[in-house]
């Protein structure tokens, strides 16, 4: 009986074992098939690349100001809050101006005894009743009258916070009978529809641009775009305003100020993120020059550079070194390596493997 009962464990033991390799079989023959990855692919050569050059940047207003009193006092009036959109020539905030009116009146009075003064010297002098000297200082005093006249009508004027310019109110650092003083700043105001964005472009992309005396001669109609990132669907005509004289010592960039302007309906704030897109109309580069897209190359820690090139024939992808010219945003010149025809992946890169089997990814 014990001899049955481990003869019984042995048979089950055995029909384990078998189910198990047997439950593994479809396992491993599914493995052992190659499988197809998709990736994307570019065709060197095959047609004229337009080149998108794009270079990333934040937008700022091209009119932007700290504005502030030009005389001390108390703030009796604050007609603003942050966010509100002002015309040129509205007032913001002004102060008691009740010192001032006074200042000025006296101003006006001193005004009129000096010209009094100095009528009366006017016409003594016809008739040599008064000395020159004395003819003079009356002047003088008329004349230093006058300018104390001027300046208390300015302080005056100086009691109310003028805009500047249209735009919108983006701070404001007072509050109704605050007391400030002289130049302390107290709002912030910048251009709602006039914008830029400053870019760093490449030291290759820029010299093959036009010698030009200012940036008022760079005519790029049709070519030079800005795209905020919060409104993909928008892109506004840019034009180069202003643009760095030379290139930096450590990037090799220049700094170049793209201007461009927003309609009423849309939503643009200094400090949004984008880029600059330059679409050139005519093709500058030398005749029979590939070009591939950056994202195709990859590096080894030698500083060599490669891409995973296809073969058509059995459609797997294999590292194939590349020797690479000038970097042009997102595109590079391919001097060795590639022909023309050749099929190359774009994406993936760092999961592929010398052999493994691809196709194209749709869409």
Not at 99 to 104: G, R, V
Not at 185 to 213: F, Q, T, Y
Not at 296 to 311: K, P, Q, Y
Not at 343 to 353: C, D, F, H, K, N
Request: charged share 25%; aromatic share 8%; net charge negative.
């Amino acid at each position: 009986m014990k001899y049955f009962h481990r003869l019984l464990r042995m048979h089950a033991f055995v029909l384990g074992v078998a189910t198990l390799l047997m439950g593994c079989e479809p396992s491993d023959q599914y493995d052992s098939k190659p499988v197809s990855r998709p990736v994307k692919l570019f065709t060197v050569g095959s047609e004229h690349i337009q080149k998108s050059l794009r270079y990333p940047g934040s937008v700022s207003a091209v009119n932007q100001s700290v504005l502030a009193f030009e005389v001390p006092g108390k703030i009796t009036d604050v007609r603003v809050k942050e966010g509100d959109l002002v015309e040129a020539g509205d007032v913001l905030a002004t102060l008691d101006a009740r010192d001032y009116q006074a200042q000025l009146e006296r101003a006006e009075t001193e005004k009129d005894i000096a010209k009094l003064d100095f009528e009366r010297f006017s016409t003594a002098i016809k008739v040599n009743a008064v000395t020159t000297q004395a003819y003079e200082q009356a002047k003088s005093a008329l004349e230093v009258a006058e300018s104390a006249l001027t300046q208390a009508k300015k302080a005056l004027d100086d009691t109310r916070l003028i805009a500047p310019f249209s735009g919108r109110i983006t701070s404001k650092e007072i509050e109704q009978f605050a007391t400030v003083y002289a130049k302390q700043p107290v709002m912030h105001i910048h251009s709602d529809a006039e914008l830029e964005m400053v870019v760093e472009v490449p030291e290759v992309d820029w010299a093959k641009g036009r010698n030009v005396r200012s940036a008022k001669e760079i005519k790029l109609e049709d070519q030079l775009f800005v795209e905020v990132s919060a409104l993909p669907e928008e892109r506004f005509d840019g034009q180069i305003t202003e643009f760095s004289g030379k290139a930096d010592a450590i990037t090799r960039t220049f700094k170049v100020t793209v201007g461009f302007s927003s309609t009423s309906n849309l939503s643009i704030s200094p400090g949004m993120t984008g880029h600059v897109l330059y679409q050139p109309k005519n093709n500058d580069d030398k005749e029979g020059a590939l070009y591939i897209p950056v994202d195709a190359v990859f590096g080894e820690t030698d500083n060599t550079s490669f891409v995973w090139r296809l073969d058509n024939e059995t459609g797997a992808v294999y590292k194939t070194p590349v020797e690479l010219g000038a970097i042009s945003a997102n595109l590079v010149e391919v001097k060795k390596g590639l022909e023309k025809g050749d099929r190359i992946a774009t994406s993936g890169l760092y999961s592929l493997r010398n052999g493994a089997l691809v196709h194209a990814l749709e869409g």
